[in-house]
Antibody
């Protein structure tokens, strides 16, 4: 059973960089899956941020592409998210998730972590 | 990019009711449509994939249908644990989600 766990600061200053890490257990990050980030402002809907394959291939949501970077650390079975130049609009619960290569579904999720952008 | 529109945004229903939620895509997505359930403070949970396939462990009262641009999630007999928010997601191209439908107790 794959498990994912997000970690990182819960508070980021405006114009700073949001950094989160997702640790994968019960499975290998080198599996045939996409490793993804999804966010959800409180009380609102889900927004896909981007994804990376263990080979280094990546895809990003166009509105966020200029500010977002996702990387994979196979030695630690982790993947990470960086969002630069953050504003209050980036305040959200951030989820890491595994997306099935075959079906394109998000079949495993982390519990989510709230990141607040505030001075 | 493909826009997903759900309706209604919320509904009130009673235990035992049949509930239907619709999801419309801005262009044809074949059957690349998935449904998730989210309870407060929890991550979404996959219910249905490829429009009508039930994810392992999901009760059979949940069903999905549709193809092209119009899709439906049906709960045949609403149970107390089904009060939650439901999201559709297209996997035809870069992922996008509907805005959600909150199912509340009547």
């Amino acid at each position: 059973q794959v498990q994912l766990q997000e970690s990182g600061p819960g508070l980021v200053k405006p114009s700073g960089t949001l950094s989160l890490t997702c640790t994968v257990s019960g499975g290998s990050i080198s599996s045939n899956d996409w490793w993804s980030w999804v966010r959800q402002p409180l009380g609102k809907g889900l927004e896909w941020i981007g994804e990376m394959y263990h080979s280094g291939s990546s895809n990003y949501n166009p509105p966020l592409k200029s500010r977002v970077s996702i990387s994979v650390d196979k030695s630690k079975n982790q993947f990470s998210l960086k969002v630069s130049s953050v504003t209050a609009a980036d305040t959200a619960v951030y989820y890491c998730a595994k997306k099935s290569w075959e079906l394109g579904v998000f079949d495993y999720w982390g519990q989510g972590t709230l990141v607040t952008v505030s001075s | 990019d493909i826009q997903m529109t759900q309706s209604p945004s919320s509904l009130s229903a009673s235990v035992g009711d049949r509930v239907t939620i619709t999801c419309r895509a801005s262009q044809s997505i074949s059957r690349s449509l998935n449904w998730y359930q989210q309870k407060p403070g929890k991550a979404p949970n996959l219910l249905i994939y490829a429009a009508s396939s039930l994810q392992s462990g999901v009760p059979s009262r949940f069903g999905g249908s549709g193809s092209g641009t119009d899709f439906t999630l049906t709960i045949s007999s609403l149970q107390p644990e089904d009060f939650a928010t439901y999201f559709c997601q297209q996997s035809y191209s870069t992922p996008s989600f509907g805005q959600g439908t909150k199912v509340e107790i009547k």
